[in-house]
């Protein structure tokens, strides 16, 4: 109930404070991700409420937030790798990331998607919002495996946004 909007509130003004600081060329990027962190913490604190008071709602008002940030996410990202071009970024990239989706899109087909679809027992509603999530995630491993590959992993802050973004998929 704590521990995640508190480590929310951190990385939202940790990003915000980066950016002022250090005025990076992909400011709006940046700003994007800080958006998305920001309604994972709205999300957690709805979330938080609902677990105080022993409710556990299917679908929550909380997925609005955490399905909304998952486009954002995608922005700043999709940003960054569009201001990253000139800077000599591998153009067999797209391949490589498109594999990596593909792949993933196969996974979550046959053993997400198909089961969920095929459930009687939930509604038009809780379908849809259960599929949601795995199609947010490839379109985010889309766009983070295109920012991922070819990136300079000297930038300290882009190596904590790449373990960000994979605890987040290991998590989902």
Same mark, same amino acid.
């Given at each position: 109930?704590?521990?995640?909007?508190?480590?929310?509130?951190?990385?939202?003004?940790?990003? *915000?404070?980066?950016?002022?600081?250090?005025?990076?060329?992909?400011?709006? =990027?940046?700003?994007?991700?800080?958006?998305? *962190?920001?309604?994972?913490?709205?999300?957690?604190?709805?979330?938080?409420?609902?677990?105080?008071?022993?409710?556990?709602?299917?679908?929550?008002?909380?997925?609005?937030?955490?399905?909304? =940030?998952?486009? *954002?996410?995608?922005?700043?990202?999709?940003?960054?790798?569009?201001?990253?071009?000139?800077?000599?970024?591998? !153009?067999?990239?797209?391949?490589? =990331?498109?594999?990596?989706?593909?792949?993933?899109?196969? !996974?979550?087909?046959?053993?997400?998607?198909?089961?969920?679809?095929?459930?009687?027992? !939930?509604?038009?509603?809780?379908?849809?919002?259960?599929?949601?999530?795995?199609?947010?995630? *490839?379109?985010?491993?889309?766009?983070?495996?295109?920012?991922?590959?070819?990136?300079?992993?000297?930038?300290?802050?882009?190596?904590?946004?790449?373990?960000?973004?994979?605890?987040?998929?290991?998590?989902d």
């Open positions: 109930l704590v521990i995640y909007p508190l480590a929310e509130s951190v990385a939202v003004a940790s990003v *915000l404070v980066g950016v002022k600081r250090y005025r990076p060329q992909a400011r709006q =990027a940046w700003l994007f991700i800080a958006a998305g *962190l920001f309604c994972f913490l709205i999300a957690d604190v709805i979330w938080g409420v609902y677990s105080a008071r022993g409710l556990d709602p299917f679908p929550p008002v909380s997925d609005v937030f955490y399905l909304g =940030a998952y486009p *954002l996410f995608a922005a700043g990202l999709t940003i960054a790798t569009i201001r990253r071009r000139s800077f000599g970024v591998d !153009l067999r990239a797209p391949i490589d =990331a498109a594999i990596v989706t593909v792949i993933g899109a196969i !996974l979550a087909w046959v053993n997400i998607i198909t089961p969920v679809l095929n459930d009687d027992k !939930l509604s038009t509603l809780e379908r849809v919002v259960t599929v949601l999530y795995p199609v947010a995630d *490839l379109l985010l491993v889309g766009v983070a495996a295109r920012f991922v590959i070819g990136s300079s992993w000297n930038i300290r802050s882009l190596r904590i946004l790449a373990s960000g973004f994979l605890f987040l998929f290991v998590g």
